[in-house]
């Protein structure tokens, strides 16, 4: 199941909300446990019985910890062992790249102060897996989940509001990013030999776009249904391509996961405290380790080091921003490339056609489909500004009606194409 799938959408989260506003307390939290059980027994009920022991593990093993270094590396290692096999073997369970994530900040925090551990698993299972949240993060921090769930209550202004961020949310999913996936798809699914100059660029452009808005589309939508059920769940991007350097994109690019690697791997590794040589290194190592963590092809692990070394060149050089903003969008451009390829040959291959003079396959463009790219390009740059106090006392009625008009139309969409799902879940 996923959060854009019309099942979702008319009958299970209907059915938990609508449930969940009878409860109030512990049954209201016992039934969101039930609930998000349900979703994970719809998408991947094989490994269902994997993640009931993997959070009961976590709970435990937390509870025994009690500052003792051991406990914790034994958790670390196991859980990462756990999220390399299946991700080597390539039939990881849904989500398990995120709760393993998620356990091991649960297992450090705890370590740093015993008193965190929870005595309550219903909790834990929540903050490792909670659904919206699931598939594809954002991320969250302990203390953060710990204080939302201990006052966990919601009003009818959060929940509009949320309703509102899902319908944004699910808008750029489907009115943006599956439209241009079919242009992507056309370049990747044939020979990489056979496309043309013209057709690689388009791809490595559409490509770009469909990636921010699926995933931003995710990040929107699991952020809106958070607010629904009284949790307040981090922003996940900041308009990634208005970034004037590679350090500033990860800045704002899947912020949840560059805090992460920040917080339990790069501070850890002595971050930028030990000379500028050790900190480029330092980066180096984080955004290998960020490319694997997306898969163990060669490919993300070339991404990975590609936005890697550039990283750790700003952190050695004085770039000025003048150069910084030019270089910045074709570093980005050029590595999504090999993420997106099936191979590192296939990559290289396309990179080789953007960079000749090659007549070839050229992917079909159609009015939906130019008017996609015409509209999803701006809109990536977009930056509302804020309201002020004053504005922000006048009814909302506009957003409103907006959010109900992309909610309609994404239906509307839905409902005469094939389901998509969201690109991060394969992660």
Aim: glycine share 8%.
């Amino acid at each position: 199941m996923s959060l854009s799938s019309p099942f979702y959408l008319f009958f299970f989260f209907p059915a938990v909300y609508l449930l969940s506003s009878l409860l109030h307390g512990r049954a209201k939290k016992l039934w969101l446990c039930v609930a998000l059980l349900g979703f994970y027994a719809f998408g991947d009920l094989k490994n269902l019985p994997f993640l009931l022991f993997f959070a009961l593990f976590q709970y435990g093993l937390a509870l025994k910890m009690q500052g003792k270094k051991a406990l914790l590396i034994l958790g670390i290692v196991l859980d990462t062992a756990a999220l390399c096999t299946f991700k080597f073997f390539s039939n990881a369970p849904l989500g398990i790249s995120f709760f393993t994530f998620q356990a091991i900040a649960y297992l450090v925090e705890v370590y740093r102060a015993p008193e965190k551990a929870s005595g309550d698993a219903a909790e834990v299972l929540l903050y490792l897996c909670f659904f919206p949240r699931l598939v594809a993060g954002p991320l969250m921090g302990w203390d953060e989940h710990h204080r939302q769930y201990e006052n966990l209550h919601r009003d009818a202004k959060l929940t509009a509001e949320g309703l509102r961020r899902f319908a944004l949310g699910l808008g750029k999913k489907v009115l943006l990013a599956d439209i241009l996936a079919a242009v992507v798809d056309e370049v990747y699914a044939a020979e990489a030999a056979s496309v043309g100059t013209a057709g690689a660029w388009l791809a490595a452009f559409a490509y770009c776009l469909q990636l921010y808005f699926d995933f931003s589309g995710y990040s929107d939508m699991a952020i809106g249904m958070g607010k629904v059920f009284g949790f307040r769940f981090p922003e996940n991007f900041d308009h990634p391509y208005r970034a004037v350097s590679i350090s500033d994109f990860w800045r704002r690019w899947h912020i949840t996961l560059g805090g992460w690697f920040k917080s339990y791997v790069y501070i850890p590794l002595g971050g930028n405290r030990k000379g500028k040589l050790r900190t480029a290194l330092n980066k180096l190592i984080v955004f290998a380790l960020t490319g694997l963590w997306h898969g163990f092809g060669w490919n993300f692990l070339l991404w990975g080091l590609w936005h890697g070394l550039f990283t750790a060149l700003e952190s050695l050089v004085h770039v000025r921003r003048r150069v910084s903003v030019v270089y910045t969008p074709f570093v980005v451009l050029l590595g999504f490339v090999m993420f997106r390829a099936g191979s590192v040959e296939q990559g290289l291959t396309l990179l080789g056609r953007m960079f000749s003079y090659a007549p070839g396959l050229m992917p079909r463009l159609n009015g939906v489909r130019i008017a996609a790219l015409v509209l999803a390009a701006p809109l990536s740059l977009l930056k509302l500004p804020e309201r002020s106090k004053k504005e922000r006392e006048i009814p909302i009625i506009f957003p409103t009606i907006g959010a109900a008009v992309l909610l309609l139309l994404s239906v509307i969409v839905m409902s005469g194409n094939n389901f998509a799902p969201f690109i991060y879940a394969q992660f």
